[in-house]
């Protein structure tokens, strides 16, 4: 078989098995249809997603983690005190409400921007190699901490209200694994996350870690709020996956969003900021005149399809010339 005939192959072999694998075999829980899995499920990110899963150490390779195996977080629970005093005190003084408003396009959030509606609000501290002015000026310490820790890729302070919730999705990038410390919290069953459905209350002054691409939900049927750190962890893998990863990673990076006047913006959340404007036509064009919607939202999404099989065509192809070098 030629190079051509097997990258042409892998190309349309491997994403198909990335959809069915993600879509039907992964975890225990399953989304209702396939509707719901292109809607909450990030299918476009599912090839590159599954390479990572298959290049992670074990330890990675569940959807509850076990944090004996990361020693190096238990600093943040050491000093979850520390940590807890200073969230409040940005909570005291309106700085998530300031910093999550989702019709402030100067601040939009491509990845998170859909929890706002559920009452969910967050304050940056770190993203992927930069940490926030704002943060490092309203939370010394905590900034602190987690910038001496290498393998926080992301750290915030997220906030869950009385009655709110985040209903069932995914994450779209499977780079870093999600690590939770509970700083004020209701310290109830009523107050939960569940993924791939392990249900796990938060405690004040307590961490668990979970992969937060399998199906996960969240609600705070208490009538106290929840505040908690939540970071993303470096996914332990092979050395092949490191390489792997570290380009991934600069997806994120770009992702970066400001808490205040004074902190960057990723290249990512710049050009959202000024497309935000057509979404909202385009959600006004759904009421509207749904034909034509399907129309533009279906052609974004094949021109996105397409990026990531060029994409992929390149890794295909750089894998094989590996391994025909080496055979």
Not at 174 to 199: E, Q
Not at 225 to 251: Q, S, T, V
């Amino acid at each position: 078989m030629s190079t051509l005939s097997l990258t042409l192959l892998l190309i349309i072999a491997f994403p198909l098995f990335s959809l069915v694998y993600v879509y039907q075999f992964r975890g225990t829980q399953r989304f209702e249809s396939p509707v719901e899995y292109f809607r909450k499920g990030w299918p476009i990110f599912a090839p590159l997603n599954v390479l990572l899963y298959g290049l992670s150490k074990k330890k990675a390779r569940s959807a509850i983690i076990e944090l004996e195996k990361y020693p190096e977080l238990k600093v943040l629970e050491d000093n979850w005190e520390t940590i807890r005093d200073e969230a409040m005190e940005l909570h005291r003084n309106g700085y998530f409400d300031q910093t999550t408003n989702a019709d402030n396009q100067s601040y939009y959030d491509v990845g998170f921007r859909t929890f706002y509606k559920y009452g969910w609000s967050k304050f940056y501290l770190k993203w992927y190699g930069t940490l926030h002015n704002s943060a490092s000026r309203l939370c010394p310490k905590t900034t602190e901490i987690v910038r001496d820790i290498k393998s926080v890729n992301g750290a915030m302070f997220t906030v869950l209200p009385p009655g709110s919730k985040l209903t069932r999705h995914l994450d779209p990038i499977a780079c870093s694994l999600r690590y939770h410390l509970g700083l004020s919290t209701p310290n109830h069953k009523d107050c939960f996350i569940s993924v791939d459905g392990n249900v796990v209350s938060w405690r004040d002054g307590e961490a668990f870690m979970f992969d937060e691409t399998y199906l996960h939900h969240a609600r705070n049927d208490s009538d106290q709020l929840r505040i908690i750190l939540m970071c993303d962890i470096e996914r332990p893998m092979f050395f092949a996956g490191r390489i792997f990863n570290f380009f991934y990673k600069k997806i994120c990076s770009q992702l970066l969003v400001p808490n205040l006047a004074e902190d960057k913006a990723g290249l990512y959340s710049r050009i959202f900021s000024r497309v935000s404007p057509i979404l909202a036509s385009g959600k006004a064009l759904k009421h509207t005149n749904k034909p034509l919607y399907l129309i533009v939202k279906w052609s974004i999404n094949l021109v996105l399809l397409a990026l990531l099989l060029l994409l992929l065509a390149a890794v295909a192809s750089g894998v094989i010339g590996l391994f025909k070098a080496f055979v």
